[in-house]
Structure formats: C-alpha cells, structure tokens
C-alpha cells in the first residue's frame, strides 16, 4: 500500500509538505472566509464544496504534470505561447469584465484568466532561452535581446488590465536574468531604464488619470458615457485601452496619503483597507481561532485577495508566521533542488515557477498588512480561484518533476561513488 502511494506522490518530500499544509490551510480559512457567499447563495456548503473540488482537481494536475519528463516542457512551449498570444488579445477586445477589469474569458461555461496561462508560458521560454545560450562564462549577449522579444509584448498586453501581474512577471524575469548570468551591463541598463520608464508612466496616470470614488468607478465600468443632453457618446479605443488609468491613480494617492483619525475616517469607501486592518488587530495577537472570524463578513474578498488578514485573525502570529515560513521552505527547497540539476533549462524552470509562486504571495501579504497599494493578487495556493489554482498546482508539479530527475542524479551519482 505504501509503495502505491509512493508512485503517486512522487518527487521531493518537503516540497509535497509545503503543498499539503498550504492546501490544508487553504480548505479551513477559504470555508471560514466564504459566510458573504453562502449568505448570497443560501447554501452553506456550495461554496467550499467548490473550492475543495478545485484543489482536488489541481492535485490532479500536479501528479500529471511530475509524470511528464522535463524535456517534454520544451515541446509545449511554441503552442503555449501561440494560445497566451490569442487568449491575452481575446481578452482585451471581448473579455469578460468583473468591476472594472476585463481579465477573464468565459469558454463552453468555463471562466479564466488569460494571464495565468501567459505567467507560465513566458517563465518557460525565458528558461529555455537561458539554457540553450550559455557559455563559459555566463549567457550569450544575444540572450537578453530575446528574453525581451518575448517578455515586453506580454507584460504589455496583460499590464493593460493587469498592472499588478504584468510587474510581477517582469519582476520574476528579470531575477532570472540575474540568476542566468544575463552580463550586468545589459540587466543593469534595463534596470536604469525601467526606473526612468516607471517615472514616465507613474507621472502620465498622474496625468491622465481621474481620482474616482465608488459611485464614479460604477459609470468608468460602461461602455459608454452619458452627455448632459441625455446621448451616450461611445469610449474611443484608446480610452477603452487605458480605461484603469483612473483605478491606478486612486490606488496611489489612496496609498501614499497619511492615514485619517478614526473619526475621519470613511469605513464605505475604504472599505477593504479598514476591515483588514481590524481583523489583524482584532487578533490580540494568538487568533481568536479557526472559524471565529468577525471582519469576514465585512471585508469584500475576504476569501481571495484579502485571505491573508483573515488568517492573522484566526491563527494570530503564529499562523501568520506559518504561511510565511512555508512560502520560504518552498523556495528554499527549489533552490536546493535547482543546485542538483545536470542541466541548465530545468533549473532555470524551476527557480522561475517558484519566484513566481512566492513573488505573488510576498505582494498578497503586503498589501493585507498594509505595506503595498492594493493589488488584487491572490495568495498562490491558499486563496479561493478556479484558473490560478489550478496553474500554480501545475507549476508545483513541474518543480515535483525536475525533483525528481534531479534525485535520480544525485543516486547514480552515489552508487558511482561506491
């Protein structure tokens, strides 16, 4: 028996660990933050019978995906770049919008997020690019040239309704580069550009866009716009495009103005800021314990983007620590497991799924705590989602794959030794 379970969970140990008790955490804290959605639906336990279902599907995922050989991943890479190109152009002409972002496609009844696929997608190419043009003393000159062919169109697609994703994937590749010995010159030069180029954008939304509070996002959310005469006169393409200028905007000065005095202080139009703030607070630091949450029926997406609050709630700073500390384990271990490989491309591949599995995490839980302007990034793993739950189970089972070649490795090495 325990052999046939062994052939099913194959791969490191300590990574399966990380993803069990992140899966387990996950299940309790997505049940308990769910009351807002059983009290919409009336049905206690849809919601997490759903959620549950999804992680369960995503474990699927994972076992498939550790039993696909590494080099395998090679030939998926021109057919998932072809599908992000479609599904990220898709989703800016005709996606379907929730608020006032349109960052999902809705299939034969199924609904996702193009971006997720492109996270993927753009993380593999740039492995490969790094493994095929390494030289003795670091990678070729060229590579940073395609690394860029083949990032900058896609984070500019996904950063036209996804600054946050787009930043992030930026983010994940340029560490990459680092770790693929890209010469300093070249990421060094992008770094000084990049500064100058965020400056320019940071001023034009400054520029462009509109300060907007809840009753003006509602009429930014339509496709048109009402004229004094009572004719809606129809968004132009570039005003559709850049259409979060105005949510962008709000996000910063929203941020970067001092906190108000507990009298001034507007509870509706802060709504998720606050609310996360009384739940940690409230959580007199032990938690008040699994289920007891209060702020969760106050605070909107309390089982997705806003997750992380209700955990200090619950489990207090022991929880909170926990989580953090498994995100670290996870990377820790990949980069252990990355060390082991024989060759470039799967070490390249797993640092990049695992930086960006913690990257997103470390943006969840700032923003939650109050360190970052609001993202709207899920917790990897932990927050309720159907099509990010399912990929980051995916990029689990892609580390779990290299895992295991990588231990094969290290056992003819041994036995050679001998």
């Excluded at 954008?201 to 003006?216: D, Q, R």
């Excluded at 606050?274 to 314990?289: C, F, L, P, Q, T």
């Excluded at 793993?381 to 290290?410: E, F, H, P, Q």
Aim: charged share 15%; with cysteine.
């Amino acid at each position: 028996m325990e052999k046939k379970i062994g052939n099913i969970f194959k791969g490191d140990k300590v990574i399966w660990m990380v993803f069990f008790f992140l899966c387990m955490i996950s299940i309790v804290e997505v049940f308990s933050a769910s009351s807002n959605l059983t009290y919409k639906s009336q049905n206690y336990m849809g919601p997490i019978v759903y959620h549950t279902a999804t992680i369960l599907a995503g474990l699927a995922v994972a076992v498939i995906t550790l039993n696909i050989p590494c080099r395998y991943f090679k030939l998926m890479t021109p057919f998932l770049i072809l599908v992000s190109i479609v599904t990220l152009l898709w989703v800016l002409l005709a996606g379907t919008k929730v608020g006032d972002a349109g960052r999902w496609i809705n299939l034969f009844g199924f609904t996702f997020q193009p971006s997720e696929i492109a996270k993927g997608t753009i993380v593999l190419a740039v492995a490969q690019i790094l493994a095929a043009m390494q030289r003795e003393n670091g990678a070729d000159k060229n590579a940073f040239k395609w690394i860029l062919w083949i990032t900058l169109p896609a984070c500019l697609l996904i950063g036209l309704e996804n600054l946050s994703t787009a930043l992030m994937l930026f983010a994940v590749v340029f560490m990459m580069m680092i770790i693929g010995l890209v010469p300093f010159r070249q990421w060094g030069k992008l770094a000084l550009i990049l500064l100058v180029a965020g400056v320019f954008a940071l001023s034009m939304v400054m520029l462009v866009g509109t300060e907007i509070n809840e009753n003006e996002k509602q009429l930014s959310q339509t496709e048109s716009i009402e004229q004094p005469n009572g004719e809606k006169k129809e968004k132009s393409f570039i005003e559709k495009m850049f259409h979060r200028a105005d949510t962008w905007k709000s996000r910063i000065l929203k941020y970067g103005r001092p906190d108000p005095s507990p009298e001034d202080f507007d509870l509706d139009k802060d709504m998720q800021v606050a609310h996360a703030n009384i739940a940690i607070v409230s959580s007199n630091i032990i938690g008040k314990g699994p289920g007891n949450s209060v702020e969760r029926d106050y605070l909107p997406q309390a089982f997705s983007d806003f997750i992380y609050a209700i955990i200090i709630e619950e489990m207090g700073i022991i929880g909170a620590i926990l989580v953090v500390f498994l995100y670290i384990v996870l990377l820790y271990r990949t980069a252990r497991i990355a060390s082991r490989c024989e060759n470039n491309f799967p070490a390249f591949l797993i640092m990049g799924l695992s930086l960006l599995l913690v990257i997103q995490a470390v943006f969840n839980m700032m923003v939650a705590v109050g360190l970052a302007p609001v993202t709207g990034q899920p917790l990897p793993l932990v927050s309720k989602g159907g099509t990010s739950t399912i990929i980051n189970c995916a990029y689990i089972g892609a580390i779990l794959s290299v895992s295991r070649s990588a231990k094969m490795k290290v056992k003819t090495e041994e036995v050679k030794s001998e």
